[in-house]
């Protein structure tokens, strides 16, 4: 038989945060996976290690239905214990249960704490080398897990990108939006300054339209915020040019923690911006920089200083072949082509 994790819980709510996961998990039951529902409870005011001593116990129960031969496909991190997730793996493993991880984040890149960096590298460690195989966003996050943790590369599998399943999706209400070349350039997502503090040090020299949560504004005339829309309305609310991918501080380049962490990892709004049937602009070091080239669906850019020029330099019939090929590209993630490849490549049993 085969299994999928899906974390549920009672207060959710339909977030761009937690699309990915579940378009994952609509994909995988359309692939005849069968779910192993794990509720992620309350805990607010609990200390955060008697968390994890629960979510454990959830795991642990929901995993006893698990038999030989079964494989269980588990998104990664889990939303919920992130921490002793192995000692659970390691007993469904000693039943000689399969599992197949999907990386959405590799947490020690990413938190600030010194001490949490060291608890989800071990935990990494071990999760990672009791998997059967592994979906990595690409070759760069399967060449750093190689190198510090010691997978053989023939376990991993690269997705490629992000799936963005849009229900029902409507042309003509795409169509109605204007994507010109000449238009200011998108920039979707969490807008919070200690996650993209470039927002508010964008050059003058370029327009910018904004859609996402926690601005706190700017007094900047380029830049225009435009609200915060839900998963599905908001492929057919944006409006401008291009699509960009940056992360970071600043606008000269991607630095620090998340710009060294764009170079390995797939962001889920670049799926948005080409399931929208936009072009991409991203930053020339990114993972995903060679792949939005060779599949024309955008350009590269070493600074947002450099924007103006290089969309200059782009003809009208250049840009609409982009749009053209961006909507291509968007019409494999809506049907989630690219998981589904995935997935079926691990299932040899």
């Not at 006893?64 to 992130?82: F, G, R």
């Not at 924007?307 to 049907?335: F, H, T």
Request: hydrophobic share 35%.
């Amino acid at each position: 038989m085969k299994y999928y994790i899906r974390e549920v819980s009672p207060t959710h709510k339909k977030t761009a945060w937690g699309k990915a996961r579940e378009d994952i998990n609509t994909i995988l039951n359309m692939m005849g996976f069968n779910s192993i529902d794990i509720t992620m409870g309350n805990r607010s005011g609990v200390e955060q290690y008697l968390r994890q001593i629960k979510a454990l116990s959830e795991w642990d129960k929901s995993l006893n239905i698990l038999n030989k031969n079964d494989t269980l496909l588990i998104q990664y991190p889990p939303i919920e214990n992130s921490v002793f997730l192995s000692h659970s793996i390691k007993k469904v493993c000693s039943k000689g249960v399969h599992i197949i991880l999907v990386i959405h984040d590799i947490l020690p890149l990413i938190e600030a704490s010194l001490y949490r960096k060291i608890l989800f590298s071990r935990e990494d460690t071990a999760v990672f080398n009791l998997s059967e195989y592994i979906i990595v966003h690409n070759e760069h996050m399967a060449e750093y897990i190689f190198r510090r943790y010691g997978v053989n590369k023939q376990h991993m599998i690269s997705l490629g990108l992000f799936d963005y399943l849009i229900d029902n999706f409507q042309l003509e209400k795409a169509d109605k939006r204007r994507l010109e070349k000449d238009l200011p350039v998108i920039i979707a997502g969490n807008l919070k300054p200690g996650k993209a503090g470039y927002i508010y040090n964008l050059p003058h020299n370029c327009e910018f339209n904004l859609y996402g949560t926690n601005f706190i504004g700017t007094n900047q005339l380029n830049v225009h915020y435009n609200g915060s829309f839900s998963p599905d309305d908001l492929p057919y609310a944006i409006n401008g040019s291009f699509g960009l991918i940056w992360d970071g501080p600043s606008s000269e380049s991607c630095i620090g923690d998340m710009g060294e962490y764009l170079k390995l990892n797939n962001p889920h709004k670049t799926s948005l911006y080409l399931a929208s049937g936009i072009p991409i602009i991203i930053w020339s070091q990114a993972a995903l920089s060679k792949f939005i080239l060779e599949n024309h669906c955008g350009i590269a850019v070493d600074s947002l200083d450099e924007i103006p020029q290089k969309v200059q330099c782009l003809s009208n019939d250049e840009y609409e072949q982009m749009k053209l090929d961006a909507a291509k590209m968007g019409k494999k993630l809506r049907s989630g082509e690219f998981m589904r490849k995935a997935v079926e490549s691990t299932q040899k049993y």
